[in-house]
């Protein structure tokens, strides 16, 4: 049920959209697009024309159906966006809909109330096998609970009142045990909610880019409107007469419908790629901004390293064997379920060949596990006390001394970024466990494209600055922050700041939340409290910090894609005034047939091939628009030189041969 | 196109580009309020001017109140000039200094062409200099207007270059302090010996009368017939009557020539003192003199590109933008070379030599080469000196100017206005390509963000607004301007009717939005309507640019910096140059294309089937 994406063409988002663009005719919601708006303008006054003028009805009733067509597949692009957006966002909200919830009245007592009747600071009532009604925040209980819906992942998580692991989401269900619940979000307001009206027309915000850009569209279609509005005086001096269908069609060939029509449809689908990642976006201003961003704050557990740390190596005492230590290691982590624990095992096995041991073939083995007083764990087995822990616990624990190779062994792992653990028994120390942090394949190749394209990645720990500078040196981060408190963080990401620098981070305690607020991508875990949820402007539903990479390469393609069409669009026009302007004037001055270079079939079909390659291209630019870019993480530079080649260049070369290729046709059918 | 044309044009540019470092160098030292080595001699009067303009050179202005005191000083110095012209036959300086006679005050309408004219550095002349202005006109009214237009333009650029490099800051420099030390440190002491050296090629430099001269050959020529009252004696079909007139011989001009002609050249103003401009021998007298004439125009333009990039601390920015510049100049020069080397071909087809080229409408002495690199000069800066006629040209070799004007005369550009233009273009390429690199636009470090999009598009937008619309009034009215209302031919003051009379008109009206000033002159703009409207497009074209600019230049320097880093957006190398040229292009010349069409292109391919207008 996690979102997916999905096929360009399905049909389930097709035809509702054919319906959408027809309804998005309407003027007052097209005003807000003044491109699409002067097309719409242009393409009424044409169809008036077919009626009222004397010219040829075929060419100018076509011209008509054209302009009509090229507003229409505006519209159907942005429907599209919009269809694929709401049903990403309907698979989430399907499970959230008529589901009834126990509200806890003032006096104590329960009623059953539906969902939507639940409003902010409501406490519901909710036991194993119910669904979850809202969002909102654990105040007693704990509870496992079914995430599926929301993330996919099949495995039960916790949830309980207090911490970090506090919120829940409306939609999720709860699988054993009982919660009392603070609704946080009214009905409509929850991330999914939100979520949805950022992908619909209706309640959707420019992005400030988007409105910078609309701003020079606008300023484009009004100068060609001048343009192709003074052109009738200039024509009367010079003795032509230019009919309204012929500078209507000059006119909207002229002016950037491509990115007119597509811009919206752009902003959408990079919300929607988003979603595909499992990813809400508050607003449409974040994903603009992930793309900006220069400082990447990442935490190193779960981030850069896998979470836990492993066994790599047993370093045995002097006149230890190594097979003694690997054995010792083992028994004292035989009752140890921590990932560390399970290493040593492995470990031990892998080793030495020492197969792991069931718990209930040592009938008389008493476990002593991990306390915060003790610092260690361990076993008492035959008389013997077989102990594991920092190395201080354990020098006190076997009466305060090591051997000077212990020592450095111990100096000298923690020098490497690991952690040692030093085994011993009650009478000596037998060795060290090398516990490493393993770093996740393929970062460091990723952080060195980060870095091409100039963004700093910054690895958090609250390890010591030792351990910090190893592991950063390993996976390949240009800086750390050790020992980092939250408030650490909030100070780096102010820093940052203040030097002009835009900064991306994940969290998910309450403790993140002034971070979170402060940083212009803060992604919150959708396992984190309400609060880190409330300061981010993203939740990454599958609780995956490493998302935020990916983040931010959605943002940076959303933009890449925007100003790929812009410039194609803008280039478009070259190819348009040398089909259209040698037609508009030949037949008063047919000595300039020579400026006809397309060598287009007649004038009445150059401008009609032109308004028709105007209209097509912008269906045909809908996959690229919706998919976006390809995304090549390259310096600024090499990303400038490859985009203008394409996008540029091809912007230019590409409508001459299409105006050529529907020339053609247009003649080879005789339709004007 | 021949070699000399070659050798020419290479050591033009060399030359050019020897310059353009030192005098960037002295721009920045002069902008920056650094003591230049002139420091010793010019401090202590720059000092006593600020006390007695009661400025305190330290205090900064907010953009607001730059834009207010360039308003102010220009709307007073236009006033100072219309009241001067209006009334310069009853001024006392009159008699003393001049000795010319017979110079009567302007009409209104003609003084208010000219007030906004010298203004706002355009210099279109509707007068004819050498029988409509005393020499005090010429000196106080005009000369010193050369300087403080200039001075200016200079200003504002460096206003825009400081909003451009400083970053949180409220201020872009203090108006006042620009303007004494522009005039103090550069525009005074260059012209000062550029005169003197004019001098030295020949021109005058005197306060004589006319000299009068005997024709060898006395030539007869046909005036309208006048009665008593001096009015013009119309026949029954209501045509001018037209009687012989026999001349026999001719005024030499006189007048402080050469002062004038430093400013004019190396404030890209471009207004003649007599009505030939350059192409006369007393304003142009030698080779030397055309060489550097030229090379003054584009000298402080050029220059000012290396002084973006001092300013920025990033001079590979300020080469890029000065080879975007060379790069569009130098296709001009080859083509209006190459047009008018190639000449009219009808004139070839009926067997008239034409060894070099189209020679209607050019100075023997210069050639086919010269006054191509002169056009193509003078309308790439917004200079309008001229060395030959415009309107003269072929077609295409027309077409260049025109073309250039059009495009916002940012190839170098007028003093501190090509560089100010030029800059809009820098701002709108980085915000259509700057997305291309995955990030919202950025110049160098700096957001661009919708208000300074929505300054660079108002910049654009007024400027084709104003030559369009007031194009096609005067295209599409019949009756203003008009010699004759009965006929109602040529009523729009065109020569020609079809695309030569279309292209005056548009030229006119480019040549002042654009501040340009030179003209296809076969028009007669001498008219209350057509005074008054290139009049108004010399006022739009020059302070609808400014304010904006000034706006943006606040609101950039309000910005937080970014540091560069590898995902910055590159402002320098071929990439940059390349895409800079593609906006110029397709922004500010698209725009144009369906006019230029009915009127250069039009004209070209008529004048190969055989048609000539």
Not at chain 1, 485 to 502: M, N, S, V
Not at chain 2, 31 to 54: A, H, M, Q, S, W
Not at chain 2, 182 to 201: D, G, N, R, T, W
Request: net charge neutral.
């Amino acid at each position: 049920m996690a979102a997916q994406s999905r096929s360009i063409f399905d049909p389930k988002i097709i035809v509702p959209a054919l319906g959408d663009s027809l309804k998005k005719l309407n003027p007052v919601t097209m005003v807000r697009n003044p491109v699409m708006f002067v097309t719409e303008v242009g393409a009424l006054v044409t169809t008036v024309e077919v009626f009222a003028s004397n010219e040829s009805k075929a060419f100018t009733g076509q011209i008509s159906v054209w302009l009509w067509f090229t507003v229409l597949f505006a519209n159907f692009a942005e429907a599209m966006a919009e269809g694929r957006g709401k049903a990403q966002a309907n698979t989430l909200r399907a499970s959230r809909t008529q589901t009834t919830a126990n509200r806890l009245r003032d006096n104590g007592k329960a009623e059953n109330v539906s969902a939507d009747q639940l409003r902010k600071g409501d406490v519901v009532v909710i036991s194993a096998g119910e669904a979850i009604p809202g969002d909102g925040e654990i105040i007693e209980g704990a509870a496992t609970v079914d995430e599926s819906a929301i993330t996919g992942e099949s495995a039960p998580v916790i949830r309980e009142a207090g911490g970090d692991r506090s919120s829940v989401t409306g939609g999720t269900r709860v699988l054993s045990d009982e919660i009392k619940v603070r609704i946080s979000a009214n009905p409509g307001e929850s991330f999914l909610d939100r979520m949805i009206g950022l992908v619909e027309g209706a309640k959707r915000q420019k992005t400030p880019n988007e409105i910078a850009l609309t701003i020079l569209l606008s300023a484009l279609t009004i100068i060609f409107l001048l343009v192709c509005m003074t052109l009738l005086p200039f024509g009367k001096f010079s003795g032509v007469d230019f009919s309204p269908t012929v500078l209507i069609a000059l006119l909207v060939c002229l002016i950037p419908t491509t990115i007119g029509g597509l811009l919206s449809a752009i902003g959408i689908a990079g919300i929607d790629r988003l979603v595909q990642k499992n990813v809400l976006a508050m607003s449409g201003r974040a994903v603009e901004a992930a793309g900006d961003v220069d400082v990447l704050l990442l935490d190193k557990t779960g981030t850069i390293t896998l979470g836990n740390r492993q066994a790599v190596e047993f370093v045995p005492a002097p006149g230890v064997s190594p097979h003694e230590l690997a054995d010792a290691a083992q028994l004292s982590s035989l009752a140890d379920e921590t990932p560390e624990g399970r290493s040593i095992v492995v470990l031990a096995k892998q080793q030495e060949g020492i197969r792991g041991r069931e718990l209930a073939q040592l009938p008389n083995a008493e476990f002593v596990p991990f306390t915060a007083q003790t610092r260690m764990s361990g076993v008492n087995l035959d008389g013997q006390q077989y102990r594991k822990g920092a190395a201080d616990s354990v020098r006190s624990f076997v009466g305060g001394k090591f051997a000077p190779e212990i020592e450095a062994a111990v100096k000298d792992i923690s020098s490497k970024g690991g952690t040692p653990l030093v085994v011993a028994t009650k009478e000596k120390p037998l060795g060290v466990i090398y516990l490493k942090d393993i770093v996740k394949g393929g970062l460091a190749d990723r952080f060195e494209r980060f870095r091409a394209m100039g963004i700093k990645t910054v690895m958090i720990t609250g390890d010591n600055p030792l351990t910090a500078a190893a592991i950063a040196k390993e996976a390949g981060v240009d800086d750390y922050l050790a020992q980092a408190t939250p408030e650490d963080k909030l100070a780096y990401i102010r820093r940052e700041q203040t030097g002009g620098k835009l900064v991306a981070m994940t969290g998910d305690g309450t403790n993140d939340a002034p971070a979170l607020a402060q940083a212009d991508v803060g992604v919150a875990m959708n396992t984190g409290t309400q609060a880190a949820k409330e300061a981010g402007n993203m939740v990454d539903l599958d609780s995956n910090p490493t998302k935020l990479i990916e983040v931010v390469e959605i943002g940076k393609q959303l933009l890449m894609t925007r100003g790929a069409l812009t410039t194609f669009s803008i280039a478009n026009d070259i190819a348009k005034y040398f089909a259209i302007i040698p037609a508009m004037l030949l037949a008063a001055f047919p000595a300039i047939a020579p400026l006809n270079i397309m060598r287009l079939n007649s004038p009445s079909s150059a401008i009609l091939s032109a308004v028709i390659f105007n209209a097509v291209v912008i269906i045909a630019l809908i996959p690229l628009a919706l998919r976006g870019v390809r995304f090549l993480a390259l310096g600024a530079d090499a990303l400038l030189r490859r985009n203008l080649l394409i996008y540029g260049l091809g912007g230019i070369i590409v409508p001459f041969i299409g105006i050529k290729i529907i020339d053609v046709i247009i003649a080879g059918l005789h339709l004007v | 196109m021949n070699a000399s044309g070659w050798i020419q044009l290479a050591l033009y540019m060399g030359v050019l580009l020897l310059v353009t470092k030192p005098l960037g160098i002295y721009l920045f030292q002069v902008l920056d309020g650094k003591n230049t080595f002139l420091e010793p001699v010019l401090g202590p009067v720059e000092r006593i001017t600020y006390k007695l303009l009661r400025v305190d050179p330290r205090r900064e202005q907010t953009w607001k109140a730059y834009v207010a005191a360039v308003l102010l000083f220009s709307l007073v110095t236009m006033v100072f000039t219309y009241a001067l012209l209006r009334f310069q036959d009853r001024l006392p300086f009159h008699g003393i200094i001049d000795g010319l006679p017979n110079k009567t005050a302007m009409t209104p309408d003609l003084a208010f062409n000219t007030a906004a004219s010298f203004t706002t550095n355009t210099n279109w002349q509707s007068y004819v200099g050498e029988n409509t202005m005393s020499y005090f006109s010429q000196m106080v009214a005009l000369a010193s207007h050369n300087f403080w237009s200039a001075a200016l333009g200079i200003a504002v650029a460096a206003a825009l270059v400081r909003g451009i490099a400083r970053h949180e800051s409220g201020t872009v420099g203090n108006f006042w302090v620009d303007l004494v030390r522009i005039h103090y440190y550069l525009l005074l002491p260059i012209c000062l010996i550029y005169a003197l050296f004019l001098v030295s090629q020949g021109i005058p430099q005197n306060f004589k009368p006319y000299d009068t001269a005997q024709l060898t050959e006395k030539q007869t020529i046909q005036v309208p017939k006048t009665d008593a009252q001096n009015n013009p004696v119309k026949d029954a079909a209501g045509n001018v009557v037209l009687q012989d007139q026999a001349v026999e011989t001719q005024s030499i001009v006189e007048g402080p020539i050469a002062s004038q002609m430093a400013i004019k050249m190396l404030g890209t103003n471009g207004g003649g003192f007599v009505n030939a401009n350059a192409a006369h021998p007393f304003e142009n007298p030698t080779p030397l003199s055309n060489f550097l004439q030229i090379l003054s125009i584009f000298a402080i333009p050029s220059a000012l590109t290396y002084y973006l990039g001092r300013a920025v601390k990033n001079q590979k920015h300020g080469w890029a933008v000065w080879g975007a510049m060379a790069a569009v100049f130098l296709v001009g020069v080859f083509t209006c070379w190459k047009a008018e080397a190639d000449g009219n071909p009808n004139l070839y087809n009926n067997g008239v030599a034409q060894v070099d080229g189209n020679m209607e409408g050019k100075e023997v002495r210069f050639g086919i080469f010269n006054s191509a690199l002169f056009a193509t000069v003078t309308t790439d800066a917004s200079c309008g000196a001229v060395n030959s006629m415009h309107d003269s040209f072929t077609p295409i070799g027309g077409l260049v100017p025109l073309f250039n004007i059009q495009l916002g005369e940012i190839i170098f550009g007028g003093v501190g206005a090509g560089l100010y233009g030029m800059l809009i273009f820098v701002l709108l390429a980085v915000f259509i390509a700057g997305l291309m690199v995955g990030r919202t636009p950025e110049y160098l470090g700096k957001k661009i963000q919708a208000y300074e999009v929505k300054m660079s598009g108002l910049v654009v937008l007024v400027l084709t607004l104003s030559i369009l619309v007031f194009s096609a009034w005067a295209a599409g009215a019949n009756n203003f301007g008009a010699p004759d209302p009965t006929t109602n031919a040529l009523s729009n003051g065109t020569n020609y009717n079809g695309p030569h009379g279309f292209s005056e008109i548009l030229y006119a009206f480019s040549s002042a939005t654009g501040n340009n000033g030179s003209a296809f002159a076969g028009i007669s703009a001498n008219t209350p309507w057509y005074n008054t409207t290139i009049a108004l497009a010399m006022l739009i074209g020059r302070f609808c640019m400014i304010v904006p600019i000034l706006a943006i230049a606040g609101s950039l320097a309000a910005k937080k910096l970014t540091p560069a880093g590898p995902g910055s957006f590159p402002v320098d190398g071929w990439t940059f140059i390349i895409l800079l040229i593609g906006t110029v292009l397709l922004i500010g010349a698209l725009n144009f294309l369906p006019a230029l069409a009915l009127g250069p292109v039009v004209e070209h391919f008529l004048m190969h089937a055989g048609k000539l207008f």
